[in-house]
């Protein structure tokens, strides 16, 4: 087979959420994020490079200055296709297995550029570009598009680590998963534990693996001189910060719980920073009023990434109390203001956080666990000091640059291959 030009066109597919929604609303969330800022960095290291990303229009907000409010330009590199499909409409997340195919179809259909590479991000995506992908070959483009599979999260992962109140993931999620673990090119994961249990879980070949973390943008998250937290010194006083979507996985409701077993002379409040329509917003806030801690809990909309990096900087804590993640974007973001970070000694938080240097790992995942953890912190301000600083540290060195360029690197490699 003849060789073939280098990698130009990348095709990003994110069927259920739109990479560039306002995180912490709907289903945006770190995936969002992650997507956006490997696209922009992808495109800053790669001139030659030309990215369109698919999504589906499911009236996601997007952010007050996000440029995608203004009509597209011609001749620019990154491309984003909202499609409204009318099979799709009214659908939840789980229910748009039914009509990946059209997705697929739509997504061949509304494309500026014939792709070299699509990059499926979680399982519907690649449900869809293992399809889409057929598509284009039987089109006679002259070579099969390759799939490069990020999941994010995996249902094995989910399940395996299931909290009270989350439901078990579908059966077809498990198996549009393993038909990825074995028919794309490269299945990209955030961290080592997240490889070996793709391997564990879904026989995926180690050669197929990429372990590429992800970054943080230094340019928005990062300290500022004389700026501390709103109770630097106090042993007493405490705002906690939750950034996210409310829901059963991302915990929120352990630090409601831990609320109401913390000694009467600690005053501490908790910021729920984020939105969800589920009825679990109404159940945490009914669960703060039965134990007494109400006045203490406030939930708030969901801000740009600049306002939240403020937040961060003036919260005492910040809170990652989840069951499963596969990296954990919001505790990196927040050490990287020099936050004091809490989260769930599990999964991709434990690369996240460095246990006892850049914040604190909590396990088990219980109400009275979280409440000491919490009570530890607010009692020690000076440790609160020294896990800022560290972790502030720590995140100067991990730019999206890096993930881009691995990225990339993973993209020409599978393109090398088809040449051979």
Known sequence: MSTLPPVRTVHVYSMHTDPFAQPGSGDAGGMNVYIARSVHAMLELDPE?????????????????????????????????SLDLPSARGLSKNELAAVTDDFAQACVEQALYTPDIIHAHYWLSGQAAARASDLWSAQGVGF?????????????AKDA?????????PEERYAAERLMSSSASRVIVNTPLEAQQMGEYYGTDAQKLA??????????????????????????????????RPQPLKGPHLLVEA??????????????????DSDYERRLLQRAAELGVADRVHLKDP???SELANIFRAADIVASPSSSETFGLVALEAQACGAAVLATDADGLRYAVENHRTGLLVAPRTPQRWAAAIERLVRAPYLRHSLGANAAARARTMGWEQTARKTLEAYAEVREGISQ
């Open 161 to 169: 680590r299931r909290g009270e109140g989350e439901a078990p993931e």
């Open 144 to 156: 099969p598009v390759p799939v490069l599979f990020t999941p994010h999260t995996t249902a094995a």
């Open 211 to 244: 372990t590429i973390p992800p970054g943080v943008d230094t340019s928005i998250f990062h300290t500022i001189p004389g700026v501390h937290p709103l109770n630097d010194t106090s042993e007493t006083r405490c705002r906690i910060v939750f950034a996210g």
């Open 303 to 305: 801000v740009p990434a």
């Open 49 to 81: 490079l030309r990215v369109e990303v698919f999504t589906l229009d499911r009236g996601e907000a997007l952010p007050t200055d996000s440029p995608f409010r203004q009509p597209p330009q011609p001749g620019e590199r990154l491309v984003r296709h």
């Open 259 to 276: 609320l109401a077993l913390l000694p009467d002379d600690l005053q501490v409040d908790v910021d729920i920073i984020g939105r969800s």
